[in-house]
């Protein structure tokens, strides 16, 4: 399968972040690509520097209707293409997600993803915007495979990783927007950016699965000024069911890639190292527990 | 809190396996080691690559009595430190078991783990010595720390690392006998020590603990003749908490390190990622199944 991915500087203008994404999707599409992942709520800034109710009005309608899904939509019925969407979901007044949606290559919606896993640090207040994910982990069905999406936070989480692979996806994919901080060391924001790449590349071996992750890149001022804002490190990447790197996007710069990814390749690393065969799950029920001591 | 590791090849004279062990516990201990860990059952060969049932011969004690306990009992209270041994558990007639001891530094035994996930692959035939343990994955208190000592296969499943981590490990540690086939490519033979690395970084990143793995080093033939046996990859090493690398042993040579690992920093790091605190424990509980579908 050849995947096409996205990334790109944000901006506060919506309909240039989203017409210059519409762009891309043609050009990848004419460039081979079937599926098309962006990265995590790709229509605006990282809102989430700052605790603002206003902000709220920035959120969408996601059904079939959306105004906001309506250029993708129509870019994959276009192109012929997957596109994995991140939108800033308005469910209802006061209630609000972080939701990826996946568009068929026929324009219609696949299906969603609600982020589960929502992180609260200075400079990313998600807590305050997102409500936690209530669709579960749950793959969905496409016509290039049975897709893992889950959204930047939840790249942390090996559960998160597992439970898409114990429900059949065939690959894992993030739209994610993680940075550094100024206030960091270089030495400290390497290290930070190496875990993260490290843990992802971890999921991929733990469950013999490719994984797409697709961030966004540039740097974003914090509109409250109470940090010198985030420095996106780009980075996106793809890797193969045993962790290998296939792609790696610079670290400052815009960047789109087809990348080839062998959904074949998964089977056979499987029968190589059988983690699944061997799972210990007369022991592993204490995993729903916060903690054990 | 200064860590020994001891990489080493194994041969059939299990007296003179012990003897160098012991010998650089003395010496990694005048180095100023306080831990030290050794490698998957490194009293004799790796002794899996066939089955045959006078191999069951080789199985101990490992009782508070045990005679193959006696000499690394004896070397932890004449220098010092707590050690980790990796042993062929007889536990009753037709019972064996693959058991990770743990003395503390006045000889005493601290605490056993019996490897929970035990492989089965051509040359790996572990299932056939080992029955699964049934300590679950349980830490172990010593002066040095709570260690959350797992074995070898255990090392792929992050269920076993998050386990650990929830009740109260403060660094992770893998004895473990890992390494290649000659029928594989050279290509195919590092990217399956890279995966080896990466996911047990991963287990880093993902729970905030330092991780120690100490692997076997040097060609074992395989005594059946159907295979060319396994060279193993050495290359142990220890990262910390954010999976940084501390140190990486030599891939084809014997080899002995003291490794400064600050248990400190584990708590500033989950202060900056706090991961434990926004598990979704509410939607956990189906990992303790087969699969899903």
Known sequence: MKVGIIQQRGSSDRDDNRRRIVEKISELAKQGAELI?????????????TEDVDIFDLAVDISDDSK?????????????????????????????????????????????????HIPDDPAY???????PGDMDFEPIDTS?????????????????ARLMALRGAEILIYPTAIGTSAADSEEEQNR?????????R???????????????????ADPSGATEGITFWGTSFV???QGEL?????????????????MKRSEQVRRWWPFLRDRRIDAYAPLAYRYLR
Request: charged share 20%; hydrophobic share 40%.
């Open 37 to 49: 992942v962006n990265q995590e709520l790709h229509d605006s800034l990282y809102f989430c520097q």
């Open 68 to 116: 906001a899904l309506a250029p993708y939509r129509k870019a994959a019925k276009e192109n012929d293409v997957v596109v994995v969407t991140s939108m800033f979901e308005r469910r209802a007044p006061g209630l609000y997600h972080n939701t990826a949606v996946v568009i068929e290559k026929d324009g219609t919606v696949a299906g969603r993803y609600r982020k589960m």
């Open 125 to 131: 207040y998600e807590k305050f915007y997102f409500t």
């Open 144 to 160: 290039v495979g049975r897709l893992g999406v889950l959204v930047c936070w939840d790249q942390w989480y090996p559960e998160a």
């Open 192 to 200: 930070q950016l190496d875990a993260w790449m490290l843990v992802q």
């Open 202 to 220: 971890g999921h991929a071996v733990a469950n013999g699965l490719p994984v797409i992750t697709v961030n966004r890149v540039g740097h974003e």
């Open 239 to 241: 890797a193969g069911p």
């Open 246 to 262: 296939l792609y790696r996007a610079p670290r400052s710069e815009e960047a789109t890639a087809v990348v080839e990814v062998d």
